[in-house]
């Protein structure tokens, strides 16, 4: 039940492209949902989190959509760069202060 | 932007030896962690630190773990006899509601 799982393992995709990466999860007691990217050596960096009040959320090229009859959400990075390759995590969090439950991660390469 | 800060960024330790990992969180947060990242592996939780004492704990967090937030800035991650299983990359995090707040990490190599 405290499980996030997250597909796909790893992407390859196209400059230019739209990458897409799904997390599902069980707990409906969850409440906030945020995406972090991860560079190789770093720690994982804030890109951008959504409540289940909302069904979407967009920040430049990134936009999370929530389904919460379905308890599934996915991370949209449209005209994929480059420099967005990394590797994605997703995490879901169901009280103030507790502790981030992470998804498996995404290896995403852009390939130029 | 304030940033979480975590000292040394390697540490290399004989198995059975003590090691320290530091932390500074951002100044104004209230809640710390600890999480673990083996190569390759999703990002797992350790512990959570509130109001000077534990808040929570993983099964990972047994006995060999401790911490410590001696002096109201550092947070501290003590691991008493190391295995060669606790070669991991550590990462402090901290929060004051729910945007959490990452360090780079210390990349610790148990031989």
């Known amino acids: 039940q405290q499980q996030v799982k997250q597909s796909p393992q790893s992407l390859i995709v196209q400059k230019g492209g739209i990458s897409i990466i799904n997390c599902a999860y069980e707990?409906?007691?969850?409440?906030?949902f945020p995406w972090y990217q991860q560079f190789p050596g770093k720690g994982p960096a804030l890109l951008i989190a959504?409540?289940?009040?909302?069904s979407e959320k967009k920040e430049g090229r990134f936009t999370i959509s929530f389904n919460k009859s379905a308890k599934q959400f996915s991370l949209h990075i449209m005209d994929s760069q480059p420099g967005d390759s990394a590797t994605y995590f997703c995490a879901a969090l169901y009280n103030q202060g507790g502790k981030l439950i992470f998804g498996q991660g995404t290896e995403l390469s852009v390939k130029p | 932007e304030p940033e979480v800060t975590q000292t040394p960024s390697h540490q290399v330790t004989q198995m059975g030896q003590e090691v320290i990992l530091r932390c500074v969180p951002i100044?104004?947060?209230?809640?710390f962690y600890w999480y673990r990242q083996i190569l390759g592996q999703k990002v797992e939780f350790l512990v959570s630190f509130y109001n000077n004492e534990i808040s929570e704990k993983s099964e990972i967090f047994d006995d060999q773990f401790s911490v410590e937030r001696p002096d109201g800035s550092n947070f501290t991650l003590k691991i008493r006899s190391t295995k060669l299983e606790d070669s991991a990359m550590y990462f402090c995090a901290s929060t004051r509601s729910d945007g959490y707040t990452f360090g780079s990490g210390t990349r610790l190599t148990v031989v």
């Open positions: 707990n409906t007691a969850f409440d906030y």
């Open positions: 100044s104004n947060h209230l809640y």
């Open positions: 959504i409540r289940p009040d909302v």
